[in-house]
């Protein structure tokens, strides 16, 4: 609805005056004579809003014309000049009781005392209205009446149709302005059009002051003056538009109305030619500064565009609890379909509501920053037009403590990948002005803990302070972070925040509107990852097909990180036996490549750097020495020249002799550190190097030229900033990360030390617990993996805690001859220490009662054992890996769960190693892979082991296993996972649920997979095994969600033949969906137990369900708990309740039965010889009543 600026639109119910049927065009009847047969002119003129008194035109009415302004700029400036001389002339008359304003926003006495005491403006002499033949004034009656009364101020009302605007609104009857400026009964049909008067904006003034905040009474910028576009039209915004010069007391505020709803695309605010200049150059800065992904690599040739999927949270559960356990696990099927492009991502197309707070989430290495950077590139492309400005925070930046920054520091300057600006006052100006067209992006963040710290409530000074001196330079980033991520700054801008989803997420959750998650790589994605980085076309072949025939390998492609660790593998392995088998031999390997590569380039350095040192000996001699002097100087310089190349070759054999064997000293030592701080890092969950900790600069050398460590370059001090463009200013320092920067980098940054790789740093922590001294075995115990708390209770682990265990289970029986690359101990001390390692883990994975774990840590015990198979080199097996393996395939129970947790490609291959050894010594087990997010291709390498009993999985993915093996041909496993296949008992938890489950029992009824195969015919003759051994069925969707299941509930009832529990408690039924249901019923001939509790069912809806139970001879158990029956409804049931032979137990307590329908239910429960309960207590039955109904039967009870 469109709003008067400045006052409040609402419904009434009395009306001063009429006006009669109105036309279509009003404006032609906007004069004297119209007006006068029906406006009161005491009513019309005792309205402040509309009158030109004192008190209202300085207080209150501020943000609208007033009586005397003009809409045109002439004679606004001539009523200044007016008021300038007849400032003492008129004394302001108070207006009677009746008259005055009386909405709840109106100054009270004191605070127009206060008004008073301001320096006050005089009325302004009427003008002659020259812009149209309908204006017209009521001047002369307002002079005569000022003459009369001298203290009285004219009356003057100046209405001209230029400047007030017809909206059409349908639909309403009586329209009530508050405060009332003009009140108009409407017509009562819906039909007829209503009219609403919004005074068009007045012509631009160049005195206007900003108004002040309704929070602090901060005085914001002049261009966050202006509101957003309504939703009624154009003409209606621009109504809305300040005109006038005063503002608004905080206090006092004429508040229009509630925010209006988001447009779907912010509209562009007029910005100057600086900012434009700006925008364009931020776009060319980004543009470029994004293009790298990694050594060699960039966006525009390597990038692979990553799916990301739409999550969900479980409705009706704790938010206190881990993410990863209140997000929905989607099926491999729904999670194609809830699959969005990098342009849908915020919305505001194709129908889709635009986001403006989103969560991004994806575990280590999945391409969050990559996705980030992609979306910069898009921006700085024109591919995101919603957005004028881009800003990308960093986490790391939090390292910063200094209270010396604001708000347009922190966006401008501390922002990554941010250019110079030579205004930016202007810009932050826009930026405050249009905030809605602001993007700001927060990465670098490795926890949602991090988040939900930034987000716990502020001081209230401190928001105060904030909110009214933004721009002071004296808050830390900390305290800006969390007033961006509180909405207390920028409340209109766009959040897009990236973490990993293991954590509580409480606040986070209470404001986000968007949960999305990086999708891994499929197997076309992978192969399309390959063909971009192998350009030798040979190599990119022999590298695919060593790819697919090592399947570890190329299921851990499926992480964008791993498969770029698989890449450096393939492009220096020779041939397939080189290839590492494990997670633990892929590192083990890319780190020994890294550190040969550097020791090729550090000897290659050396020997430019040697010849270089030479030259200048050989320049150093004058024309004035004699041919002798030269001659033996040539010759000193030849010895020198050959002791210098005898010392090359020296070296050069020692370093053959360590690449054959172990690693030099020197790298043994830095491997040593550099083990210890990635543990340090690991315990503390941080990818940064610690700062307290003394690194010495070798080791930070041998990191940066490894590519172990990256820099990031944070500014800690402010750079002064020139406004012009030529001279006098300092050039600003961009943030690199590869460690340029321009300017004095010594006195203005930071330098921050990072770990390059998540999964180098945690296997550089695995070598320091498996080989280092410094780790004791009484050490080295606790490190190990399902340690229980003081409680008993298995503690949840980080993401980097997982696979450090992993890692220094698997060198453990990693091969001995790769292991004497990362020690420098003898040959008996190192046995020694690695046997009394491995009978720890041994010890302790064997006293593991693995009937106890959870799902999560079964999974983990079987990648455990997997690292520990790594094969030596001669192929050989290690005996206690084996023992491992036997012994966990031995131990797990028959029924192996993983209800609940994801399945990435790489765990379903370790589960596969374990069942398949099982299935060796003779065991059997059950699978239970629902909400599990198993890809199709992994459900199939599960459930096709010989060893399998049953299995339960999504409906929806097993229904597609099951077409694409009907289509491969592939009959006898096609026979094996429909027999295997079960539902029972079956919990719909999402709407999903039921339409799957509409599809299968589908298939079940017509005894095919679809109309047009005719293969599986023999294989579903008798139909689905899983449906006709479905008995009970529970529905959990709850009050929101469960009226959207129950259509397609309805219409697959009648194929449950063998249903013996329905169970439909809080589903919101109701009448309608009772008859319903009702029809259904007659089908369901097994049905023993049904729950209709909590339902809203009244008593036309169980008079219907009390027919149709004489239809099921077995029912034994009904609840209508709590729903809205009455006695018509219990006479209902006690007429049929005779009927029902096998029914034992009724509950309809909580109902809206009085002592007759409590009465009519007691004594059909005489003719009830098998009723065993009746529960029919509420508050409306006497109690006296109740008592004695117990006292003549006591199968009736209170509970």
């Given at each position: 609805?469109?709003?008067?600026?400045?006052?409040?639109?609402?419904?009434?119910?009395?009306?001063?005056?009429?006006?009669?049927?109105?036309?279509?065009?009003?404006?032609?009847?906007?004069?004297?004579?119209?007006?006068?047969?029906?406006?009161?002119?005491?009513?019309?003129?005792?309205?402040?809003?509309?009158?030109?008194?004192?008190?209202?035109?300085?207080?209150?009415?501020?943000?609208?014309?007033?009586?005397?302004?003009?809409?045109?700029?002439?004679?606004?400036?001539?009523?200044?000049?007016?008021?300038?001389?007849?400032?003492?002339?008129?004394?302001?008359?108070?207006?009677?009781?009746?008259?005055?304003?009386?909405?709840?926003?109106?100054?009270?006495?004191?605070?127009?005392?206060?008004?008073?005491?301001?320096?006050?403006?005089?009325?302004?002499?009427?003008?002659?209205?020259?812009?149209?033949?309908?204006?017209?004034?009521?001047?002369?009656?307002?002079?005569?009446?000022?003459?009369?009364?001298?203290?009285?101020?004219?009356?003057?009302?100046?209405?001209?149709?230029?400047?007030?605007?017809?909206?059409?609104?349908?639909?309403?009857?009586?329209?009530?302005?508050?405060?009332?400026?003009?009140?108009?009964?409407?017509?009562?049909?819906?039909?007829?059009?209503?009219?609403?008067?919004?005074?068009?904006?007045?012509?631009?003034?160049?005195?206007?002051?900003?108004?002040?905040?309704?929070?602090?009474?901060?005085?914001?910028?002049?261009?966050?003056?202006?509101?957003?576009?309504?939703?009624?039209?154009?003409?209606?915004?621009?109504?809305?538009?300040?005109?006038?010069?005063?503002?608004?007391?905080?206090?006092?505020?004429?508040?229009?109305?509630?925010?209006?709803?988001?447009?779907?695309?912010?509209?562009?605010?007029?910005?100057?030619?600086?900012?434009?200049?700006?925008?364009?150059?931020?776009?060319?800065?980004?543009?470029?500064?994004?293009?790298?992904?990694?050594?060699?690599?960039?966006?525009?040739?390597?990038?692979?565009?990553?799916?990301?999927?739409?999550?969900?949270?479980?409705?009706?559960?704790?938010?206190?609890?881990?993410?990863?356990?209140?997000?929905?696990?989607?099926?491999?099927?729904?999670?194609?379909?809830?699959?969005?492009?990098?342009?849908?991502?915020?919305?505001?197309?194709?129908?889709?509501?635009?986001?403006?707070?989103?969560?991004?989430?994806?575990?280590?290495?999945?391409?969050?920053?990559?996705?980030?950077?992609?979306?910069?590139?898009?921006?700085?492309?024109?591919?995101?037009?919603?957005?004028?400005?881009?800003?990308?925070?960093?986490?790391?930046?939090?390292?910063?403590?200094?209270?010396?920054?604001?708000?347009?520091?922190?966006?401008?300057?501390?922002?990554?990948?941010?250019?110079?600006?030579?205004?930016?006052?202007?810009?932050?100006?826009?930026?405050?002005?249009?905030?809605?067209?602001?993007?700001?992006?927060?990465?670098?963040?490795?926890?949602?803990?991090?988040?939900?710290?930034?987000?716990?409530?502020?001081?209230?000074?401190?928001?105060?302070?904030?909110?009214?001196?933004?721009?002071?330079?004296?808050?830390?980033?900390?305290?800006?972070?969390?007033?961006?991520?509180?909405?207390?700054?920028?409340?209109?801008?766009?959040?897009?925040?990236?973490?990993?989803?293991?954590?509580?997420?409480?606040?986070?959750?209470?404001?986000?509107?968007?949960?999305?998650?990086?999708?891994?790589?499929?197997?076309?994605?992978?192969?399309?990852?390959?063909?971009?980085?192998?350009?030798?076309?040979?190599?990119?072949?022999?590298?695919?097909?060593?790819?697919?025939?090592?399947?570890?390998?190329?299921?851990?492609?499926?992480?964008?990180?791993?498969?770029?660790?698989?890449?450096?593998?393939?492009?220096?392995?020779?041939?397939?036996?080189?290839?590492?088998?494990?997670?633990?031999?892929?590192?083990?390997?890319?780190?020994?490549?890294?550190?040969?590569?550097?020791?090729?380039?550090?000897?290659?350095?050396?020997?430019?750097?040697?010849?270089?040192?030479?030259?200048?000996?050989?320049?150093?001699?004058?024309?004035?020495?004699?041919?002798?002097?030269?001659?033996?100087?040539?010759?000193?310089?030849?010895?020198?020249?050959?002791?210098?190349?005898?010392?090359?070759?020296?070296?050069?054999?020692?370093?053959?002799?360590?690449?054959?064997?172990?690693?030099?000293?020197?790298?043994?030592?830095?491997?040593?550190?550099?083990?210890?701080?990635?543990?340090?890092?690991?315990?503390?969950?941080?990818?940064?190097?610690?700062?307290?900790?003394?690194?010495?600069?070798?080791?930070?050398?041998?990191?940066?030229?490894?590519?172990?460590?990256?820099?990031?370059?944070?500014?800690?001090?402010?750079?002064?900033?020139?406004?012009?463009?030529?001279?006098?200013?300092?050039?600003?320092?961009?943030?690199?990360?590869?460690?340029?920067?321009?300017?004095?980098?010594?006195?203005?940054?930071?330098?921050?030390?990072?770990?390059?790789?998540?999964?180098?740093?945690?296997?550089?922590?695995?070598?320091?617990?498996?080989?280092?001294?410094?780790?004791?075995?009484?050490?080295?115990?606790?490190?190990?993996?399902?340690?229980?708390?003081?409680?008993?209770?298995?503690?949840?682990?980080?993401?980097?805690?997982?696979?450090?265990?992993?890692?220094?289970?698997?060198?453990?029986?990693?091969?001995?001859?790769?292991?004497?690359?990362?020690?420098?101990?003898?040959?008996?001390?190192?046995?020694?220490?690695?046997?009394?390692?491995?009978?720890?883990?041994?010890?302790?994975?064997?006293?593991?009662?693995?009937?106890?774990?959870?799902?999560?840590?079964?999974?983990?015990?079987?990648?455990?054992?997997?690292?520990?198979?790594?094969?030596?080199?001669?192929?050989?097996?290690?005996?206690?890996?084996?023992?491992?393996?036997?012994?966990?395939?031995?131990?797990?129970?028959?029924?192996?769960?993983?209800?609940?947790?994801?399945?990435?490609?790489?765990?379903?291959?370790?589960?596969?190693?374990?069942?398949?050894?099982?299935?060796?010594?003779?065991?059997?087990?059950?699978?239970?892979?629902?909400?599990?997010?198993?890809?199709?291709?992994g459900l199939r390498a599960l459930v096709g082991l010989n060893n399998i009993n049953t299995y339960r999985a999504c409906i929806a993915d097993v229904i597609s296993l099951w077409e694409q093996l009907e289509q491969s041909g592939e009959e006898e496993l096609l026979q094996g996972t429909v027999s295997k296949f079960k539902i029972h008992p079956l919990k719909a938890t999402q709407v999903c649920h039921i339409e799957h489950l509409a599809k299968l029992v589908n298939i079940h009824v017509h005894k095919r997979l679809s109309d047009s195969s005719s293969q599986s015919d023999s294989i579903l003759a008798e139909g689905v095994p899983a449906v006709n051994e479905l008995h009970k069925l529970e529905l959990e969707l709850g009050p929101e969600k469960g009226p959207l299941g129950l259509p397609k509930l309805w219409e697959l009832l009648p194929g449950l033949h063998n249903l013996q529990h329905l169970d439909l408690e809080k589903s919101k039924i109701g009448d309608k969906g009772a008859e319903k249901l009702a029809d259904a019923l007659v089908s369901l001939g097994s049905l023993e137990i049904l729950n209709l509790s909590q339902n809203c069912i009244g008593d036309q809806g169980v008079t219907k369900l009390a027919a149709t139970l004489r239809a099921l001879p077995r029912l034994h158990c009904l609840s209508l708990y709590s729903n809205m029956i009455s006695d018509e409804g219990a006479e209902s049931l006690a007429a049929v309740l005779p009927h029902v032979a096998a029914l034992t137990d009724l509950d309809v307590k909580y109902n809206k039965l009085t002592d007759v329908g409590a009465q009519s239910l007691g004594a059909s429960l005489r003719n009830c010889r098998n009723m065993k309960t009746l529960r029919m207590w509420n508050q409306c039955i006497p109690y006296g009543v109740f008592e004695r109904l117990q006292q003549q039967d006591s199968r009736i009870l209170w509970q």
């Amino acid at each position: 609805m469109c709003v008067l600026s400045g006052a409040k639109m609402q419904e009434g119910d009395q009306d001063p005056f009429n006006l009669g049927e109105l036309p279509d065009d009003i404006s032609e009847y906007f004069n004297e004579d119209y007006l006068g047969k029906f406006v009161d002119p005491d009513v019309l003129f005792g309205d402040p809003w509309l009158s030109c008194m004192e008190e209202v035109s300085t207080s209150t009415c501020s943000a609208l014309p007033t009586a005397t302004e003009l809409p045109s700029l002439d004679s606004h400036q001539q009523g200044q000049e007016d008021k300038t001389t007849t400032r003492n002339k008129r004394k302001r008359s108070r207006a009677p009781r009746s008259q005055r304003c009386t909405d709840e926003n109106t100054p009270t006495r004191p605070k127009r005392r206060r008004a008073a005491a301001r320096p006050k403006t005089k009325e302004a002499q009427p003008e002659p209205v020259t812009q149209g033949a309908d204006a017209v004034t009521e001047q002369s009656s307002a002079e005569e009446e000022a003459a009369a009364l001298p203290s009285t101020p004219p009356r003057i009302l100046h209405l001209h149709p230029s400047s007030f605007q017809f909206i059409t609104i349908p639909d309403m009857q009586t329209l009530r302005l508050s405060p009332p400026v003009i009140r108009l009964p409407l017509p009562n049909t819906p039909t007829t059009p209503t009219y609403i008067f919004v005074p068009a904006s007045s012509p631009p003034f160049k005195p206007q002051v900003a108004p002040l905040s309704p929070t602090n009474g901060a005085v914001a910028p002049v261009q966050m003056s202006s509101s957003p576009p309504g939703s009624l039209s154009d003409t209606a915004s621009k109504a809305m538009s300040p005109t006038c010069s005063s503002p608004l007391s905080p206090s006092s505020e004429m508040s229009t109305c509630k925010e209006s709803p988001l447009p779907q695309s912010p509209t562009v605010v007029d910005m100057t030619q600086v900012v434009k200049e700006y925008i364009q150059e931020a776009k060319a800065h980004m543009s470029q500064s994004c293009q790298d992904m990694e050594s060699g690599l960039s966006l525009t040739s390597h990038y692979v565009d990553v799916h990301v999927s739409q999550r969900e949270i479980r409705s009706g559960k704790n938010t206190n609890k881990a993410l990863d356990k209140e997000l929905i696990i989607m099926g491999d099927t729904d999670r194609q379909k809830s699959l969005l492009e990098r342009n849908q991502i915020f919305g505001g197309s194709n129908g889709i509501k635009p986001k403006h707070y989103l969560l991004l989430l994806g575990n280590a290495g999945m391409g969050k920053t990559t996705l980030i950077r992609k979306l910069c590139l898009d921006w700085s492309r024109d591919c995101i037009p919603q957005f004028d400005f881009v800003f990308l925070l960093d986490g790391k930046a939090l390292s910063l403590a200094e209270p010396n920054y604001s708000l347009q520091t922190l966006l401008l300057n501390l922002s990554s990948l941010a250019p110079s600006c030579i205004d930016p006052e202007a810009v932050y100006a826009q930026i405050l002005a249009a905030p809605k067209r602001v993007l700001v992006i927060f990465d670098g963040f490795g926890e949602l803990r991090d988040y939900e710290i930034l987000l716990q409530p502020q001081e209230k000074d401190l928001i105060t302070s904030l909110q009214k001196y933004s721009k002071a330079q004296n808050y830390t980033v900390r305290q800006l972070y969390s007033a961006v991520l509180q909405r207390l700054l920028l409340p209109g801008c766009t959040l897009l925040l990236s973490t990993r989803p293991r954590g509580t997420a409480s606040q986070l959750l209470r404001r986000t509107d968007s949960l999305l998650e990086v999708c891994g790589f499929t197997p076309t994605d992978v192969e399309t990852y390959l063909s971009q980085y192998f350009a030798d076309p040979d190599l990119r072949a022999s590298a695919l097909d060593c790819l697919k025939n090592c399947s570890y390998l190329h299921l851990l492609c499926w992480n964008p990180g791993l498969c770029r660790l698989v890449c450096l593998v393939l492009e220096q392995c020779k041939s397939l036996e080189a290839l590492p088998r494990t997670l633990t031999g892929l590192c083990h390997q890319v780190l020994r490549l890294k550190i040969e590569k550097d020791r090729k380039n550090t000897q290659s350095q050396a020997e430019t750097q040697s010849e270089i040192s030479v030259q200048p000996e050989e320049e150093t001699q004058t024309q004035t020495s004699s041919r002798s002097q030269v001659k033996g100087r040539r010759k000193n310089t030849r010895t020198r020249c050959q002791r210098a190349r005898r010392s090359r070759k020296q070296d050069r054999e020692e370093d053959d002799g360590d690449e054959e064997g172990v690693y030099s000293t020197q790298e043994r030592e830095i491997l040593s550190q550099l083990g210890s701080l990635a543990w340090d890092g690991v315990k503390t969950n941080s990818s940064m190097l610690p700062t307290g900790r003394t690194i010495s600069a070798k080791v930070k050398a041998f990191g940066h030229r490894t590519g172990l460590f990256f820099s990031y370059h944070q500014r800690s001090k402010q750079v002064a900033l020139s406004c012009g463009r030529e001279g006098g200013g300092s050039e600003e320092m961009e943030m690199r990360e590869n460690g340029e920067t321009r300017g004095n980098t010594e006195n203005n940054d930071a330098q921050i030390l990072l770990w390059a790789n998540p999964f180098l740093q945690s296997y550089l922590a695995g070598v320091h617990l498996s080989l280092s001294r410094t780790v004791s075995d009484r050490a080295f115990l606790p490190t190990l993996p399902f340690q229980s708390g003081q409680k008993g209770r298995r503690r949840p682990q980080r993401e980097e805690l997982d696979l450090t265990q992993r890692f220094a289970v698997g060198l453990l029986y990693h091969d001995r001859t790769e292991l004497q690359r990362l020690h420098s101990y003898s040959e008996t001390v190192f046995r020694d220490m690695l046997a009394a390692k491995q009978a720890l883990v041994t010890k302790h994975l064997e006293g593991l009662s693995f009937g106890d774990l959870s799902p999560a840590q079964v999974l983990e015990a079987c990648h455990y054992v997997y690292e520990a198979s790594s094969t030596n080199a001669d192929g050989s097996r290690d005996n206690g890996s084996e023992s491992l393996v036997a012994h966990l395939a031995a131990n797990l129970p028959e029924v192996l769960t993983f209800h609940g947790v994801p399945l990435k490609p790489s765990d379903v291959f370790a589960v596969q190693n374990v069942l398949e050894r099982g299935g060796t010594e003779g065991r059997r087990f059950c699978l239970d892979l629902e909400d599990s997010g198993v890809q199709i291709s992994g459900l199939r390498a599960l459930v096709g082991l010989n060893n399998i009993n049953t299995y339960r999985a999504c409906i929806a993915d097993v229904i597609s296993l099951w077409e694409q093996l009907e289509q491969s041909g592939e009959e006898e496993l096609l026979q094996g996972t429909v027999s295997k296949f079960k539902i029972h008992p079956l919990k719909a938890t999402q709407v999903c649920h039921i339409e799957h489950l509409a599809k299968l029992v589908n298939i079940h009824v017509h005894k095919r997979l679809s109309d047009s195969s005719s293969q599986s015919d023999s294989i579903l003759a008798e139909g689905v095994p899983a449906v006709n051994e479905l008995h009970k069925l529970e529905l959990e969707l709850g009050p929101e969600k469960g009226p959207l299941g129950l259509p397609k509930l309805w219409e697959l009832l009648p194929g449950l033949h063998n249903l013996q529990h329905l169970d439909l408690e809080k589903s919101k039924i109701g009448d309608k969906g009772a008859e319903k249901l009702a029809d259904a019923l007659v089908s369901l001939g097994s049905l023993e137990i049904l729950n209709l509790s909590q339902n809203c069912i009244g008593d036309q809806g169980v008079t219907k369900l009390a027919a149709t139970l004489r239809a099921l001879p077995r029912l034994h158990c009904l609840s209508l708990y709590s729903n809205m029956i009455s006695d018509e409804g219990a006479e209902s049931l006690a007429a049929v309740l005779p009927h029902v032979a096998a029914l034992t137990d009724l509950d309809v307590k909580y109902n809206k039965l009085t002592d007759v329908g409590a009465q009519s239910l007691g004594a059909s429960l005489r003719n009830c010889r098998n009723m065993k309960t009746l529960r029919m207590w509420n508050q409306c039955i006497p109690y006296g009543v109740f008592e004695r109904l117990q006292q003549q039967d006591s199968r009736i009870l209170w509970q």
